[in-house]
């Protein structure tokens, strides 16, 4: 293959992709490097929960996809893909239509010679009953919008229809205390009490709503160290958050949430975040897959076709000798995003036989539990050993990640003034999204 017709196509642009997208495009320009997603503009994911909450405004913190292909040297494909025929090598996408139904861009295909699938992972309700009926998530930008609408209208009617009853006017439950369950309720704590601050006369946050955290395992954020369980456990305590753990819930109504032994946890907004899988159709590509439907890779993150490639949530990738496997998270796509910009560049230039090995390196996990707090561990600080780190230091910690993504596609210039210019913005709107 010549490095003049090596195509490579990636789908999705999220922590991942758009990072791999990006830094292939200026290496190599739009007729080497496509990459395609179903929406039109990019959000970091691990921002979701404060669009959820109000407290990001996608309108302005939405990049548009098509924008930054001409910045970075890419070519976007709008449209979300459908299938994947391997032997034949093209993907194909589906028909975008506008909100009226009508035809944005035709049902296409496009042929690829290396395939990059970055397309992320959606909440996981493990067969549960009622859960995808009436539970929402926050998976997407779509869906936490749709998680804030519905919020801002339950907090109007609370507002309207106090009428002195005890307890609370508005409880929200929240299935599963990972990191999103645990940031999307510090988030919400923050958000009430800046809706009562704007105008909401009859609302008062810390009598009339109740979160509930419900959490299966025997401590919230069961993935990390004890130490950061049990402050964030504290912090969530301290904002008023009802912190239940080793509950299983068995199935969701209108109303509530009903654990395995019976117990009713009543809910006027449920949200689920218990688990993930991978979109369910890459389980029909004939390659290699987990029961969660992730694509099973190998060291240099080729899936069971040595023609296509997985990253991110979407893939399984093996972490050491001990049966572990490299976490879903943002840190972990990015590394591989990373490591694939060497090993793609070596395909587009005819270097095929190059045999590298990705190694995930953990540098830590910081959970943000509101707008002036986050806790954590950052690791390789002190010899090697992890250093514990909470308040406004870990917090400013935690948005440095979020920079270093913008830094990885639009670059120092361009990332700092973004920067200031959402600060100088908000400081003429409100601080939580009211419309
Ligand atoms: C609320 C929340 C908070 C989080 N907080 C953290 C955190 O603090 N730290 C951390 O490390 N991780 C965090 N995570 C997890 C982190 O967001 C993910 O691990 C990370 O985004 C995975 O990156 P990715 O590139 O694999 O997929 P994503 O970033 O999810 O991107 C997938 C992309 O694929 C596109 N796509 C999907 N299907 C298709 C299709 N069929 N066709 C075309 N396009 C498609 C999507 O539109 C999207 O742009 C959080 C997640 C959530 C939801």
Redesign the pocket.
Known sequence: MTAALHKIVI????????ELAATLGRKFGPTHVIL????AY?I??????EV?AGMLDIHREGLSYFMLAKDCGFTFAL????GVDCAAKKIS?DCVLNPEHEEIFAAREIVYDTLVL????KSNFFNTPGAGEFALT???TEQ?ERFRQRLLHAVARANRDKNGSAGPALQIAIVGAG??GV??AAELTQAFSEMAFYGLDNFDPSADVQISLLEGAARILSALPEKISSAAHQLLLDRGIAVKTSVRIASVDAHALYDIQGERFPADLCVW?AGIEA?A?LAQLGLATNRNHQLIVDAGLRTSDPDVYA?????QAAWGPDGKFIP??????HQQ?SFLYGALADRIQGRQGATRMFRYKDYG????IGHNRAVGRLMGVLAGRGLFVEGLFARLM?MS?HLMHHLAFLGLVRTTSLAVGRLLLKRGAPRVKLH
């Open positions: 789908v999705g642009g999220g922590a991942g992709g758009l395609v997603d179903r929406a990019h970091w994911k691990p921002s979701l929960h959820a449209g979300e893909v459908a996408l970055a397309v992320g992972s926050i998976d997407s936490a990191a999103t940031e999307l975040a979109p159709f990253l991110g949530d979407c893939a879903a998270r943002a840190q972990a796509a995003a996990s910081l959970i943000s935690y990640l």
